[in-house]
């Protein structure tokens, strides 16, 4: 005997939905996954779950509201298995609708993906992590832009130097400058748990900073204060705040002390800032601007250290885009940087910065390791040190090294296009293509119109044997220096011999005084090696950063069998056994 009820000639669709119970089953099933999702987000809030539990969640529940309202379907009247044409179409479009559902997740999620940072090991947060925003300039003269951006830099730098906290670095705090983005998806895209930020008033030499942090979670303010002060008492407030912080995290300081403010004039700490902010705007014209912004805070103060370390970076950056004599930038950088060490003899920047210079242009491998070490033993989370002991690391061969190194600086610095490259090359050196590709495609996602960025990808296509790929990249490429190189070893590979010598000679044209190593790389691949070598000859006189590079860049392979390559690397002191000769112990941290 069957008890369900029967259906009856001329019911509608509705009449048989309720019949079946299929309404009832699906607001049952509604009601039931709204207080899930209720407790599920009560729960996520109180233990920072990540929000791909809440997404994923919801996948499952819209996914299986269909497969509840079939079943309700066909155990509602067993005695009727018989569906009508409306009826199917309605399951069919039920079906849909859940399969559209997932392919919108699905599609978002490799959207996050593909437009993210790569991944880390640190994949939730912990509490003693922190990203420092930019200040906002409540001052009536919106000049002091750079003052407010300045403090919010200190207090970074302030907060970098305890090693129990991870602090984002600057170049992503600041990517966010301007934005309309919350403060819970700061965090989440940073990967931190906590948020500093806060204003700057500056009025003559009156001063009001207001500083509060947030935990990301539930945008709580953990802490808050205004300061009250005038200019002269800028040092002790950022000291104060970076207290505070540390103390309301409740980090405990491991055999160190709280950090402090180097204290020097305020009027030659206010030239700094308003030089550092020139110096960021990378043009010909700011740069100089910087440097003369530079000596007059040293006129101030002639034994203010930063200013010297900073006023070395401004020159070599002149050199690097041709717009001071190599030899006049590079005495005038390494004056400046000695001076910087010689009043603080344990400034840790200006140690990583003359480790930079020693090896990037001196080719004094061991001396830049001594310096890079030292750097890294005052302060083992510096983001300059770590990025110099990478660098040396990449040159001296130290494949594993280097990657551990610049993965750390990408897990503490994920917006910045320039780690993400250099572990690009790093990866390339040590032979793993796929990662290689994958972190330069990674900086187009994060910067579609920042030049220098399809040249890489194409040199690695074209030396991986994808030469019709390589050039459909490098045609891309909207740096000129960067991808006539490149241009012309492409065509060579497609043997379009004419347009290769064309970009071969304009690139000689131009760039021949910042160009040399890669006007020696076309000529290696193209298979000339006595032009090779003379290029390479003339890169070590115009002092180019990418010699140092010799031993282990992939488009120099051609001339490894050659009887002048080692001999040409023993004169530079970058044989194999030279290298492999030279300790360099330093440890990535933890």
Known sequence: MNDAPAEREGDSTWARLRRRKVVQWGIAYAAAAWVLLQVLEYFS??????????????????????????????????????????????????????????????????????????PTAETLPTDASIAVLPFVNMSPDKDQ??????????????????????????????????????????????????????SVRKSGDKLRITAQLVRASDSSHLWSQTYDRQMADVFEVQDEIAASVVSELKIKLLGTAPPTSHVTDPQAYSLLLQARASFRQGTAEAVKRSIKQFDQALAIDPGYAAAWADLANAYELEITNGWRPIEEGNRLARQAIERALALDPDYVAAHAFLGWILIAH?????????????????????????????????????????????????????????????????????????????????????????????????EVLLLNGDATAALTE?????????RLPVLAMTYHSLGRTADSDAALAELVRKYEGTSAFSIAMVLAYRGEADRAFEWLDKAVRYHDTLVGTLAVYPSLASLHSDPRWLPFLRKHGMAPEQLAAIKFEVKVPK
């Open 474 to 482: 490098v045609e891309q490429e909207t740096d000129e220096q960067f």
């Open 45 to 118: 809030a109180t233990f920072d779950w990540p929000r791909q539990i809440q997404q994923l969640t919801t996948v499952a529940l819209l996914i299986g509201l269909p497969v509840a309202l079939i079943l309700a379907w066909y155990h509602g009247d067993r005695a009727q298995q018989r569906i009508t044409t409306p009826e199917l179409g309605m399951l069919t479009l039920v079906l849909l609708l859940g399969g559209g559902v997932l392919w919108y997740f699905q599609r978002a999620s490799e959207t996050s993906t593909a437009t993210s940072p790569a």
């Open 145 to 198: 832009e750079y003052f407010a951006d300045g403090i919010s830099e200190e207090l970074l730098n302030l907060l970098a130097q305890v090693p129990e906290l991870r602090v984002i670095a600057r170049t992503s705090s600041f990517s966010f400058k301007g934005k309309d983005v919350d403060i819970a998806e700061i965090a989440r895209r940073l990967n931190v748990a906590n948020v500093l930020e806060g």
């Open 362 to 458: 001196d080719l004094d491998y061991k001396a830049a390791v001594q310096h890079t070490e030292r750097a890294m033993a005052l302060e083992p989370t510096n983001p300059d040190a770590i990025d110099t002991a990478a660098y040396v690391a990449r040159r001296l061969g130290r494949h594993d090294l280097a990657i551990a190194l610049y993965e750390y600086l990408v897990a503490r610095d994920p917006l910045n296009y320039i780690h993400h490259s250099n572990l690009a090359y790093a990866y390339w050196y040590a032979g793993r293509i796929d990662d290689a590709l994958n972190e330069h495609r990674l900086i187009l996602a994060l910067n579609p119109d920042l030049p220098g960025t399809h040249a890489p990808i194409a």
